[in-house]
């Protein structure tokens, strides 16, 4: 699972010395892992479902999943460096993670978000639904607001949509 685009942009599998630059850019959006907040929503970055964006040999983006059973799992940590934004980095991370996750077997997807912005690009690109809220444990990623919105991804529907199986 690797996409070499001509722009020099690369999006691969994370390694474990990646993990120091990506927590770095989750950080940029108060996204990174809280291992001591009691808890904690997440405490680390599953490097083995992780994918980044690699820009010239600069990490520039992650993406991560975690699996919630055989069929259903939900996104993770996307985020992308700010000075890299707008150049796709954000799409071409969730395709490749949505495609590594439908070859686990996965065809349900759940993704909690509270960015406005980022509701309606996961709706608008993707096709998923908004089936709700679910009150944050703690103040990350957007500390003002109290609740995530969930999302729901049919991916076996969006896989098809794309020309797959």
């Known amino acids: 699972m690797m996409e070499r685009a001509p722009d020099g942009v690369r999006i691969r599998p994370m390694r474990d010395t990646d993990a120091p630059a990506a927590l770095e850019i989750l950080e940029k959006w108060n996204m ?27 990490i520039r983006g992650v993406a991560s999943f975690i699996m919630l059973g055989p069929e259903e799992a939900e996104t993770a940590s996307l985020a992308v460096h700010p000075e ?9 991370l969730q395709v490749t993670r949505l495609e590594a996750m439908w070859e686990r077997g996965v065809r349900q997807v759940r993704t909690e978000t509270d960015r406005p912005d980022t509701v309606k690009w996961y709706v608008a690109k993707f096709g998923y639904r908004n089936v709700g809220t679910n009150p944050k444990k703690h103040a990350f990623s957007l500390p003002d607001v109290q609740e995530w919105v969930v999302l729901e991804l049919d991916l076996e529907r969006w896989i098809r949509e794309r020309g797959g199986p």
């Open 32 to 58: 990174a892992p809280t291992p001591d907040e009691p808890d904690a929503e997440r405490t680390g970055i599953l490097v083995e479902n992780s994918f980044v964006a690699e820009v010239r040999g600069h």
């Open 84 to 92: 890299s934004r707008g150049l796709g980095l954000g799409y071409r």
